[in-house]
Structures are given as C-alpha cells and as structure tokens.
C-alpha cells in the first residue's frame, strides 16, 4: 500500500513538473545578438542590442555605464532632473543639458515597447540604480558591508575547518582499517584486493576534500566580493561561473521533464506486458494452457523471440525523447555501428535464422540422443546461434545452426520413449548351425542385457546367405537411447557368452582351418572337461592305390 502510494506521488510531482516546464516561455534560439549590458556598480540597467552610426552596440554600452559611473562620485548632480526629450536620433535620457542614453527605435523593438515608454522606463531605472550605489558608498553602508564580511569569514574558516577535521578522521580510520579490507571477489576471482581498494577509499576522501575546498572558497569570494561596490561586478561574475551552468543544466532537466514521462511510461508499460509475455510462457510450457498446433517446448523459444521484438519497439519509440537525439555526434555514432553491425554480423544471422527454423521444425530437443553429421552425443544446449552435444567421451562439441542445418540429423530419442528404438547388430554363422538355434541365441542373449525391452519382443532378421556363412541380424528395443554405447556393448557380450555356452562358433571374422588338427575356437571355460583336439586320421585308399599300379 505504501510502495503504491509512494508511486502515485511519484507520478503526480512528474505531472506538476510538465506543466510547469510546459508554462515557462521558450527562449528565443532565432536571436543570435546576445547584447551588452549598461551597469551602475554592477547593477545591470538594460542591455543594448543594435549600434548608431559609427558606434557599436558594445561602444554605446561602455560608454553609458561610463556615464553613470561618474554620477554616483557627483554628489551635486539632481538625479530628480533625470527626464526624457526627443533627439534627431531618438529620445534621448538627459540630465539637464547631458545626454546619458539615446534610445532608438531599433532599441525599443527588441524590447517589444514603444521608443518614448521605453526612455521613460529607463529613466525611472537610471535614477533608481544612481541612488541605490550612492547609498552603498555611504560609512554605515560600509561598515555594515564589513561586519557581515568578518562573519562570512568566520562561517568560512568554521566550514574549512569542520572538513579538514572530517576528512582527516576520516583518513586515518580508512588506514587503520586496510588490512582488514576483503577486497572485492566475484566467486573465485578477486578483483581488487583490500589494500588496494583502502588506497581507492583514500583517494576518493581526499579528492572529495579538495573539491569542497574549492568550492566553498570560491562561494567566500563571490559572496565577499558581493558586500563591497567596487567589487560586486568581480563577485557577480564569479558566481555567474558556476550559477550559469547550473542554471543551464536545471533549465534544460525541466524542458526534458515532458519526455522524460514519455520514457517512464513506455519502458513501465512495456515492462509488464514482457512480464505477462512471460508468464504465458511459462503456463503453456507446463501445459496449463493448450494451443493447438503449438507445442510446450515452443514456449520458451518463442518467449526469447517475442522478447526480443519489444525491446526492439520498445527502443524505436524511445528514440525520439532521448536527448541529443537529433545531434550530428549521435547519428554518427548510430551509423557507425550499424555499420559494423552489417558487415560483421552475417554468419551470425545465418546462424540466428538456421536457429529459429530448427526450433520450430522439432528436429531435436535439449536431453536427445542425436547424430550430426559424423558427430554422436547428447543435445545438452540449444540457443539462437549454435547446439551444443556432449559425446561418450565427455566431449563438447559446438556445432554451429547453420552447419546443422544443412547436415543430416538422427534423433534417437524422439520416439524411442513411446514406441521404443530399436538397436541393431549382426553376426555370421556357419551353414553347419541350424537357423533356428541361432535366432534363439540371438533372443536370448537379447533379453539378458538390460535396459533391452521384453516387450516388443526381439526379433532376429536374417541378412544374407553368403559363401561360407549365414548373416544374422538381431533386432531389440530399448527406451533409453542415451545409453545405447553402452547397451549395445552389453548386448555384444551375450552373445559371445549365448553362443560359446551352446558350443556354436562365431564365424567373424571369416577364417579357414583345418578342423581336425586345430583347437576349437572358442573359450576354454565352454568347452567339455575332457576336451582334446583330435588329430589328424590318415587312410589308405585302395582303389586309389590300385589304380596306381596299374
């Protein structure tokens, strides 16, 4: 209730500050004549804009406040006579017989008067102006200057010797505490240590003495300078150092309050409509919420996507209320990189666009058992520029998605767990097995390795009757096809073990022996207890034999 409260106020102080800033005139940018302003004692009484015959504006300026100057020193001088009349060249300001300002018409313009109010106005404020200065000149004046001087002093010295004691303080805490300093650390790596950043601390307190230092002497000054007449234009000037661009920056933050509002709502607005983005993301990731033709793991992409979009409109309808946005420094900057976005980025939106496209064709999802290309493993990420597969081996291998995209992808996981994948091998057995001893083997050294399904049943397929062998192939379902090396390893090792209990030999690879003078190939923990290889039996062959003799 509070927070809310606090964001109505918020709102309402940026409301009042847009109408205020929307009340103050404009200033006159088409105006490049900045004048020269006419002085009594540092008193601006007007400012004149345009010259007369062979004098410049700056010339008529210096020389009425020349003018006025000397009548502060002439006591005996009527300021009361200070009165108008009309010249050849305008009406004239005089005094008596003196003439202390023309004005012409080209003057009463830019004041947007008549040239006879204005010289009646002026008047009015010259004779005001003398006599305030005389006043200033006046002992009490002077001495009630230098009275409120020595208390300036006093308050000075006070605020100079409150920082210096602070700061001093301050200083000698910081460097009985460096060693205690932890430094700053971003998990394992630290950043700067504890000494180093007391020495920052340090150089930041006495930075920061110095500059009020400076700038309380140099407000002592204006301020003294201020007190006396001689140098209140020394003292106006100084302040004007700092009051003008502080005056400036506040001038141009109150003409920014109208767009700085623009920008506040949008980026407020936009940032709940990314936050309901989100949320609808994430209820259709879970399955709450169900559209047709859109699958649950299209959420999290889509959500990136779209994201990405309102940040992009989000930024074009902002540009305009930026300030400076329509300098020659800020466009340059903006050419300049889009620039070098263009030339540097073209790989990259191949990739960002291959991306997209293998997110939404459902090729694979993060966790699938995938081949690419020659490359085998794991589908551990998939973003906008690449897929990252984790091989057997404990191997990263980035594939960029325009290299996938044009490869040719095997997911075996994608329907392995409704109906199953099946894994494959074959073995070539000898014309003197019966086939169906063989596929019984072959289904029993199936069903004895796990992760192997009972159910669909294996099968045994037979391949190809060649020359000296038969090839079976054995077929077998499994539903965990990230364990495949290690299942078909498993599965190879039942059937040597199926076959070699059953006396049948694996004839892979194709070899030739004689069998009578030869050991069994197969595993001595197979064969009979009294098993010996038999030699070689020799007959004679008496027709053979006979048919020699004759």
């Known amino acids: 209730m509070r927070s809310a409260k606090l964001l109505i106020a918020f709102f309402a102080l940026l409301l009042a500050a847009t109408a205020l800033a929307a009340q103050q005139p404009a200033p006159d940018t088409s105006q490049e004549n900045p004048g020269y302003p006419v002085t009594v004692e540092g008193s601006e009484v007007l400012r004149i804009y345009e010259g007369i015959g062979s004098f410049t504006a700056q010339d008529r300026a210096l020389a009425a406040s020349e003018r006025f100057s000397k009548l502060i020193y002439a006591p005996a001088a009527d300021l009361a006579r200070i009165t108008t009349s009309d010249s050849p060249y305008g009406t004239s300001v005089v005094l008596g017989e003196n003439i202390l300002l023309v004005v012409t018409d080209d003057d009463a313009r830019h004041y947007h008067v008549s040239r006879q109010?204005?010289?009646?106005?002026?008047?009015?404020?010259?004779?005001?102006a003398i006599s305030e200065a005389r006043l200033q000149h006046s002992s009490q004046y002077l001495i009630r200057a230098a009275i409120y001087a020595v208390i300036t002093l006093a308050l000075y010295l006070l605020l100079v010797w409150l920082v210096v004691r602070l700061t001093r303080w301050l200083l000698t805490a910081l460097r009985s505490m460096a060693t205690r300093f932890k430094g700053i650390r971003i998990q394992q790596s630290q950043i700067m240590a504890g000494e180093r950043m007391a020495a920052v601390l340090i150089a930041a307190v006495q930075l920061v003495r110095f500059l009020l230092l400076f700038v309380f002497t140099w407000i002592f000054l204006a301020t003294e300078f201020n007190y006396f007449p001689w140098t209140r234009e020394h003292g106006a000037r100084l302040l004007s150092y700092i009051g003008t661009p502080v005056k400036f920056i506040g001038?141009?933050?109150?003409?920014?309050?109208?767009?700085l509002f623009y920008i506040v709502v949008i980026v407020a607005v936009m940032y709940y409509v990314i936050k309901f983005v989100g949320v609808m993301a994430r209820e259709v990731e879970r399955g709450n919420i169900r559209i047709a033709g859109f699958y649950p793991e299209w959420a999290q992409p889509t959500y990136k996507i779209v994201r990405f979009l309102l940040f992009a409109f989000t930024a074009v309808i902002i540009y305009p209320y930026?300030?400076?946005?329509?300098?020659?420094?800020?466009?340059?900057?903006?050419?300049?990189i889009g620039v070098l976005?263009?030339?540097?980025?073209?790989?990259a939106v191949a990739n960002v666009v291959a991306g997209v496209i293998l997110i939404y064709a459902r090729g694979f999802r993060v966790g699938d058992w995938v081949?690419?290309?020659?490359?085998?493993?794991?589908?551990?990420a998939q973003t906008m520029l690449a897929t990252h597969v984790k091989t057997i081996r404990n191997e990263e291998i980035i594939i960029p998605n325009s290299v996938v995209l044009g490869s040719f992808v095997t997911n075996y996981s994608l329907l392995a767990q409704n109906n199953g994948l099946i894994l494959h091998?074959?073995?070539t057995i000898g014309y003197d097995t019966p086939w169906r001893k063989v596929h019984e083997l072959l289904i029993e050294a199936a069903l004895k390795t796990k992760y192997i399904l009972p159910s669909p049943a294996p099968f045994v397929l037979q391949n190809a009757l060649e020359d000296s062998y038969v090839q079976y192939e054995i077929n077998a379902y499994t539903d965990h096809p990230l364990l495949m090396v290690y299942i078909y390893s498993d599965l190879h090792a039942n059937i040597q073990d199926c076959f070699f209990a059953a006396g049948v030999e694996i004839m892979s690879p194709v070899y030739h022996s004689l069998r009578d003078g030869n050991r069994t190939a197969m595993p001595a923990e197979f064969l009979p207890k009294d098993y010996h290889p038999r030699g070689f039996?020799?007959?004679?062959?008496?027709?053979?034999?006979?048919?020699?003799?004759?």
């Open 117 to 128: 109010a204005m010289a009646t106005l002026l008047a009015g404020r010259i004779r005001d």
């Open 537 to 550: 039996r020799i007959a004679k062959d008496d027709a053979g034999a006979s048919g020699g003799k004759g």
């Open 322 to 336: 930026l300030p400076g946005e329509n300098s020659p420094a800020f466009k340059g900057i903006g050419l300049f």
């Open 251 to 259: 001038q141009a933050f109150l003409n920014y309050l109208p767009n």
């Open 371 to 380: 081949k690419i290309g020659d490359n085998m493993g794991e589908v551990t």
């Open 341 to 347: 976005f263009s030339l540097g980025s073209t790989s």
């Open 425 to 427: 091998t074959s073995v």
